[in-house]
């Protein structure tokens, strides 16, 4: 695992360059291979402008601006495209000091993102904030491990979403770290914390019997790996998961070289993937499925955000 100094310094291509990865070799039915591209971010903390040009090591990187003009670019390229966020939207700027997260929403609304999961500090201004910050957003936010019961985002939540790609269906939900101790429990008010790998499980089953979903996808905010053993992270979470094929992961500010892929109770594989902080990289993750909807990650993508100053 790189150091964010070496991880950018060894993967900066500029304004939004690329770095591939060819992972997987492609059965030659051409005809009937089908693709997804999966764009995500994690904890972007209110970073709406790029880091300023003062010679430290993110300087020139990020913003909003420069990540639309990004997406907007991909999606012109390809057709079936889905751009999530695990969570930690707020907090870190003067932005959210001022205006409490309206700004963000707006922002991603206007980028058109298709689903996002919560973060810790995303409670930060309490979750009657959140709540009505959520009249700008045009998209859904994702938990199966929070009952919002008897509070501000009862009605406000979805536990998962299907997005149809193509002939694709596509399952996303999401997963949320434990708050006690973590955030102030006049923060929450009444959020019950439900067991993630349980929860998770459970939808994803749902999502691969019943709806007959093509790919399952967790957005999580519970970090990628800890020191502790047995506190939960994605790297349990993706080895105790069953029907789950990909884990987007946010909270402990991981620059992941490449994804990690990990075998699940049913011996199949997980990928694991995450990006850093302060939206100075936008994950990519470039899907073919086949005439069976067999899948195969055929690209993975490092793609830098803004303009890297002039040391």
């Not at 991880?7 to 039915?29: K, N």
Request: with cysteine.
């Amino acid at each position: 695992m790189f150091n964010r100094r070496q991880f950018i310094r060894q993967s900066l291509l500029i304004t939004g360059g690329i770095i591939a990865s060819p992972c997987i070799t492609v059965a030659d039915d051409s005809e009937s291979l089908q693709t997804l591209t999966v764009l995500h971010t994690n904890d972007v903390h209110s970073r709406l402008e790029p880091f300023p040009m003062d010679g430290t090591r993110n300087a020139g990187l990020g913003g909003v601006v420069a990540r639309a003009a990004l997406i907007n670019s991909i999606r012109e390229e390809e057709a079936q495209v889905l751009l999530l966020d695990a969570g930690d939207i707020f907090q870190g700027t003067p932005y959210f000091n001022f205006y409490k997260g309206e700004p963000e929403i707006k922002a991603m609304s206007k980028m058109n993102y298709d689903a996002v999961t919560m973060g810790n500090h995303d409670f930060d201004a309490g979750i009657e904030n959140y709540s009505a910050q959520l009249q700008y957003a045009n998209f859904p936010v994702l938990l199966c491990n929070y009952d919002f019961s008897n509070t501000a985002l009862e009605h406000r939540y979805l536990p998962y979403k299907i997005f149809r790609k193509g002939k694709l269906k596509v399952g996303v939900t999401g997963v949320g770290i434990a708050l006690q101790g973590l955030v102030s429990e006049t923060l929450y008010g009444n959020t019950r914390y439900l067991d993630p790998i349980e929860q998770l499980n459970s939808v994803a089953a749902m999502l691969k019997k019943k709806e007959g979903c093509d790919m399952i996808i967790c957005l999580s905010h519970l970090g990628y790996r800890y020191k502790e053993q047995n506190k939960i992270c994605d790297e349990i979470l993706a080895k105790e998961s069953e029907y789950v094929d990909l884990i987007i992961g946010g909270h402990t500010h991981t620059f992941m070289e490449q994804p990690v892929t990990y075998k699940n109770k049913l011996g199949a594989d997980v990928i694991v993937n995450q990006v850093g902080w302060g939206g100075v990289i936008l994950g990519r993750l470039d899907f073919v499925f086949g005439k069976k909807k067999s899948k195969n990650l055929v690209d993975t993508h490092t793609v830098v955000i803004g303009e890297k100053s002039k040391e």
